[in-house]
Nanobody, 122 residues
Framework: VQLQASGGGLVQAGDSLRLSCAAS???????MGWFRQAPGKEREFVAA????????YYADSVKGRFTISRDNAKNTVYLQMNSLKPEDTAVYYC?????????????????WGQGTQVTVSS
């Protein structure tokens, strides 16, 4: 399975973006996650969703502003980002939760998409 993330761009603080992550194969049996990495910082968890979309998980920094969702018929997961802040600036990656373990742990995810850049200006 290969993942293609898209939807990033340059926006102003307070704006919204919707990221998409399309998989080349079937991912409907797996949880999916979004992570981000800012320059000079470690990759951090953003949001995740269970295989059936019933359970969602968010980092405290994005809770109430970001919404993760999925369309299993399209093998696609989305990240709706509202009220963007300059500190949201990062490369955003999607990944398949291939292994058991915490949704918040990047080590349980494989493979990873190539990332899409999100830049929020103040």
């Amino acid at each position: 399975v290969q993942l293609q993330a898209s939807g990033g761009g340059l926006v102003q603080a307070g704006d919204s973006l919707r990221l998409s992550c399309a998989a080349s194969g079937r991912t409907s049996s797996y949880g999916m996650g979004w992570f981000r990495q800012a320059p000079g910082k470690e990759r951090e968890f953003v949001a995740a969703i269970s295989w059936n979309g019933i359970s969602t998980y968010y980092a405290d920094s994005v809770k109430g502003r970001f919404t993760i969702s999925r369309d299993n018929a399209k093998n696609t997961v989305y990240l709706q980002m509202n009220s963007l802040k300059p500190e949201d600036t990062a490369v955003y990656y999607c990944a398949v939760r291939k292994y058991t373990g915490s949704y918040y742990n990047h080590n349980v995810y494989e493979p990873w998409g190539q990332g899409t850049q999100v830049t929020v200006s103040s």
